[in-house]
């Protein structure tokens, strides 16, 4: 067969196998396959006679073209709908033999991923605010849904599914890290010790996983670059919603919450325990801290907590905390309490930062307002008095007590000010904000 | 579309008075099935098949000779065959498919689902 007739046949291939979705592995093998055919049948129609221009037209022409072959071949590969839309679920085309436990562990591991993403996304879609829940819903969605097909992957002897299982683990590691060693106490944290397991198993069973690994199907190289950079900006993009300011939540300045602090001394004469014992002080006196905090809100939030919480299942809180100089010299104050005034406003604990409770813990008064009370335009007063008995000589030369008054509106920011008895101040940012 | 199906719209398209045999386009279902029967006689390659196929259902098949080849790796992917390669001498290397026993199985299912396609046009349209 001449050269030119060959390299007819040769590009009439090339042309089927370029269309036809092939694995890599296997064009080279599809091909020498089709060309046999050509090469053989042409040879036969060359010999009843037939020039060899005419026989390879014709053996071409019964052979059939591109739009005969590449779609048989297409879906003769690529035989699951979501297979063939996202072209890389494609069983390898030649099976590693065996799959290391690593490996096994790996594609678990990434299942389970892909489960607590799925959970994950509908927590976000329906607690996050509005526009954090938009960005991050899809975000989340979209992870889990790789997590899912790269399970799927490394079970069907797919390299690109190992290297994001890979990725996915590491991550979950380094956040198990994070968790263990931020915050005070130990934190122990589950999915970390399971990411560096598996991570660990890998390494130790390194010539099998090797082996799996180099028998693993490959994904043509464009299409594996689109993974990887799909998985990189799908996991930077899924950080940053909760970084992103959200328009439909308030911020520092759409409230206005001004403090006064009045103070009075009155006797209080009675049994008091001085040094551990109980003895008469005729001298004792009570100092009573009364704070007037007064928040007005020009605006209010949009669904602060996702569309799945209403009104009465949040809330904010006023604290305040006395600041008695003397009681740094820890003599003279026995108490600090606070005595309920006012109104309560209802459950806040559940909204606010924890270290509002150790505000509570240290002789504070926390006031809650239920998010049912907080509309846009309207003004509360909330009153606390805080009481501290006196006692011995040292209480005569008190100096003036301040409060610290701080306003939390949820978890999200902080409006505080400290006031001396006698004045009043106006709350105000202290970056705080989340 | 089911084989009848296609043999009907074929019959729709054609002057029956001037067609003595009418083509009938195969389904990747029956292509599959009769390159199962072909293979399950002894082992061949796509070459023989394409042949075995023409020389035994004369005209009356018609498909271009290379869709074989995406319904024998469709078939190799199923399980239900195996292929080797094996060298020719100076001629193209030959790749051999043979039946697996999965093959063996999904042929006589096929076969019966056939027989019982057949008896029931049989009796629908007379013999």
């Known amino acids: ?434 | 579309m089911t084989t009848a199906e296609r043999y009907l719209e074929s019959l729709g398209n054609r002057d029956l008075r001037e067609e003595q045999t009418l083509p009938v386009q195969l389904g990747r279902g029956d292509l599959s099935l009769l390159l199962l029967g072909l293979i399950a006689e002894r082992e061949m390659y796509g070459y023989e098949l394409v042949a075995g196929l023409r020389e035994r259902s004369g005209t009356v098949l018609d498909l271009p000779e290379g869709t074989v080849y995406p319904a024998l790796r469709r078939l190799e992917r199923q399980g239900l065959i195996a292929g080797r390669w094996v060298d020719s001498g100076d001629k193209p290397r030959r790749r051999y498919y043979r039946l697996t026993q999965d093959g063996e199985q999904a042929l006589a299912t096929g076969r019966a689902a056939w027989r019982r396609f057949v008896a029931a046009t049989d009796a629908v349209l007379g013999r």
């Open chain 1, 1 to 434: 067969m001449d050269e030119t007739t060959e390299t007819r046949l040769r590009d009439h291939i090339a042309a089927i196998v370029a269309r036809s979705g092939l694995p890599p592995a296997d064009r080279d093998d599809v091909a020498e396959e089709l060309l046999g055919h050509l090469v053989t049948r042409t040879a036969e129609l060359v010999a009843d006679g037939l020039s060899e221009e005419d026989a390879a037209s014709r053996a071409i022409a019964e052979f059939g073209g591109v739009d005969d072959l590449a779609p048989d071949f297409r879906s003769a590969y690529h035989s699951r709908l979501w297979a063939s839309t996202l072209g890389v679920m494609l069983p390898s085309d030649r099976m590693p033999e065996g799959r290391p436990m690593p490996v096994t562990a790996l594609a678990a591991l990434t299942g389970v991923t892909a489960f607590f993403g799925a959970i994950g996304t509908f927590v976000v879609a329906t607690n996050a605010t509005p526009i954090r829940a938009v960005l991050a819903t899809p975000m989340f969605g979209i992870a889990a849904i790789l997590d899912w097909l790269a399970t799927l992957a490394i079970l069907a002897g797919q390299r690109w599914g190992f290297l994001v299982g890979l990725f996915v683990t590491v991550v979950m590691l380094l956040a198990g890290l994070g968790q263990m060693t931020s915050g005070p106490g130990t934190t122990i944290s589950l999915s970390g010790i399971a990411a560096a397991v598996t991570l660990i198993a890998i390494a130790v069973n390194g010539e099998g996983v090797d082996r799996w690994f180099a028998e693993s199907g490959r994904l043509p190289a464009p299409t594996a670059a689109a993974v990887g950079v799909f998985v990189a900006v799908s996991t930077l993009v899924g950080l940053a919603p909760g970084q992103l300011p959200d328009p439909t939540q308030i911020g520092p300045q759409d409230i206005t919450a001004t403090a006064a602090v009045s103070c009075r001394t009155v006797p209080e004469p009675g049994l008091n325990d001085v040094d551990g014992a109980a003895e008469l002080d005729p001298n004792a006196r009570q100092l009573e801290i009364d704070t007037m905090a007064t928040v007005t809100w020009h605006r209010t939030d949009w669904y602060p907590k996702g569309f799945s919480v209403g009104p009465e299942g949040y809330g904010d809180a006023v604290a305040f905390l006395a600041d008695v100089p003397s009681n740094r010299r820890a003599a003279p104050i026995l108490e600090l309490w606070p005595q309920d005034v006012g109104v309560e406003f209802g459950s806040w604990a559940s909204s606010v930062p924890e270290e509002v409770s150790n505000m509570e813990a240290a002789g504070g008064d926390v006031r809650g307002i239920d998010g049912q009370i907080i509309r846009a335009g309207s003004e509360v007063t909330v009153r606390s008095r805080l009481v501290a008995h006196i006692v011995g000589d040292l209480g005569q030369n008190i100096e003036p007590p301040s409060v610290e008054v701080s306003y939390w509106h949820l978890d999200r920011f902080r409006l505080r000010a400290s006031v001396s008895c006698g004045q009043e101040a106006q709350l105000s940012d202290e970056g705080t904000s989340r």
